[in-house]
């Protein structure tokens, strides 16, 4: 049997730094975000009206994350009072926006999940491939899974940097953070 060895502490440790620092961003933005753009519409879709809101871009970032730190459907299990019901080409949104309380809660429990498991990773775990039943998915480790989703994360957020303190600069690419050592 083979025995599983953590992966070098320094990529681990960058890793999570990283990630860190992005959910600093978002929880950055999402304290700052005003009342009365909870639910005002950043940009039009008339695909998903719902979708373009601070509140569903900020649930949507952190069930993905939640989803993607699990690694399988059959594991993932958001909790309380958030659902499933975020997978298919419909995305059905719930019937009243989540409250700020309650995604800032899902990012604190997220922040220790990622932390956790990022700081624990193995290498076994990191090679481990990763599939989702999405059409244009293509099985890819583990780790590979968490670049995807460091690199994802700010995509679907661009819309909330005014809020986050960490605005996106043309020609020099995002400001240089990382999560703190606590």
Not at 17 to 45: H, K, T, Y
Request: with cysteine.
């Amino acid at each position: 049997m083979m025995t599983e060895h953590l992966m070098e502490t320094t990529f681990r440790t960058a890793l999570w730094r990283q990630f860190g620092a992005a959910i600093d961003m978002l929880e950055n933005a999402l304290v700052a975000c005003p009342d009365p753009l909870w639910r005002e519409r950043l940009w039009s879709d008339p695909e998903a009206p719902a979708y373009p809101t601070f509140w569903s871009l900020t649930h949507h970032t952190l069930f993905w994350l939640d989803l993607y730190l699990t690694g399988s459907l059959e594991a993932f299990a958001p909790p309380t009072p958030f659902t499933q019901d975020e997978f298919g080409p419909a995305r059905v949104l719930p019937e009243q926006p989540y409250t700020k309380m309650e995604l800032h809660a899902y990012l604190a429990q997220l922040r220790q999940k990622c932390q956790s498991t990022l700081l624990s990773l193995s290498d076994e775990q990191a090679h481990r491939q990763v599939a989702f039943p999405w059409r244009w998915w293509k099985p890819m480790s583990f780790f590979e899974l968490q670049l995807y989703t460091l690199r994802h994360g700010p995509r679907t957020c661009r819309p909330t940097e005014p809020l986050s303190g960490t605005a996106w600069y043309p020609g020099r690419g995002a400001r240089l953070g990382r999560a703190s050592e606590g």
